[in-house]
């Protein structure tokens, strides 16, 4: 890249992410304007359900972690392990998608893991949380998926360029098969053990002094594992989505049904769409219009709905989604700083009486 185009490309990502917002934000307002939406109840207790999910979804991301760091025999405590986790994870809110594995990797040195250790492992967790979300959603694309709605074609490409729903039925089983396995062989490749141990090693050589230890080697069950804690995260990621649904369509919508069988497919797809556009912080947009194309199929006929009711409900259903799964994710990182300060407030108390005289 030139040093012209390099000064250049945080403006050009700025401006990309902007335009992708103008054209969903634009649909999204068309949406919202009908009144019959604002007249529908919502249920909290649902919503905080959706929120608790959602969380018990991700400590499964971050005992895998933990559960690596371990393999490699620098296994941190459980509560500040999960306090790095939930910490880090607000890092993705910010541009660019490094944000997260930098504040996870200094949190995880306060608690005397090696830097370049705690960034090998939170990097490899990260991929594997991403390869276990595109595993979930082409596994249930293939058994539950719908053949009714657009194929691949000119046609389906341009309406999805556009940031528009390319028909009624939304996309065929074909189409999300297809994406989600070429984005679980996207990133099972740099996953492979041989692969990622190599490149690891490599791009740390400038960083390492030149007497240093290597990094440890990542082992294909260690993948395995990986892929097995993280498909089941994503699991209840789709169920706390059919929570989240529940508190916005209530009893119409079918909690033992196809359709909420096809949440986990559905909601791994579309966040792991969000992670690899580089330029969407939180995948903020993106995910939403993703969530929108695949859901509005599965809402049409709940409660008598028709095209128009099923996607303006979609609309509100992915807001209040992120909404909710922020909150918790700011719920939960408060909790974790309020817990961490409690602990060395007590630390620092037990030294001063050890102290006296």
């Not at 984005?183 to 996953?191: G, N, Q, R």
């Not at 996607?311 to 989604?321: D, F």
Request: net charge positive.
């Amino acid at each position: 890249m030139s040093g012209k185009l390099r000064r250049a490309w945080p403006i050009l990502k700025a401006i990309l992410w902007l335009t992708i917002l103008y054209f969903i934000g634009r649909q999204f307002a068309r949406d919202l304007q009908r009144p019959e939406l604002w007249r529908r109840p919502l249920h909290p207790g649902w919503l905080l359900l959706s929120g608790l999910l959602y969380l018990v979804g991700l400590s499964l991301s971050a005992f895998y972690w933990r559960r690596l760091l371990g393999h490699l025999d620098k296994t941190p405590p459980l509560a500040p392990s999960l306090r790095a986790y939930y910490l880090g994870h607000l890092g993705k809110y910010l541009p660019g998608k490094a944000w997260a594995l930098l504040l996870r990797t200094n949190l995880a040195r306060s608690q005397g893991i090696p830097t370049g250790l705690a960034t090998l492992t939170a990097f490899y967790e990260v991929l594997t949380t991403m390869a276990g979300g595109t595993l979930v959603a082409a596994l249930l694309f293939v058994v539950l998926g719908a053949d009714e709605g657009a194929g691949l074609n000119a046609e389906t490409l341009r309406h999805l360029l556009w940031m528009e729903q390319p028909g009624e039925g939304g996309v065929q089983r074909s189409v999300v098969v297809l994406l989600s396995a070429l984005l679980f062989v996207a990133f099972l490749v740099p996953l492979h053990p041989p692969i990622f141990n190599r490149l690891a090693h490599r791009m740390s050589l400038p960083f390492r002094e030149r007497d240093a230890e290597q990094l440890p080697r990542i082992r294909f069950a260690y993948l395995l594992e990986g892929l097995v804690l993280t498909s089941l995260g994503w699991l209840l990621l789709g169920i706390s989505f059919a929570a989240a649904l529940r508190g916005i369509v209530g009893a119409d919508w079918p909690l033992l049904d196809v359709r909420t069988a096809r949440l986990p497919a559905i909601m791994g797809l579309a966040y792991v769409i969000g992670f690899v556009v580089l330029i969407a912080p939180g995948g903020l947009g993106v995910r939403e219009f993703v969530l929108t194309l695949l859901l509005t199929p599965e809402l049409l006929g709940v409660g008598g709905m028709g095209v128009e009711d099923a996607r303006a409900t979609v609309v509100l259903a992915v807001l209040v989604l992120r909404l909710v799964w922020t909150a918790a994710e700011l719920i939960a990182a408060l909790v974790c700083r309020l817990t961490a300060e409690k602990g060395r407030g007590g630390a620092a108390d037990k030294k001063t009486i050890s102290d006296e005289p």
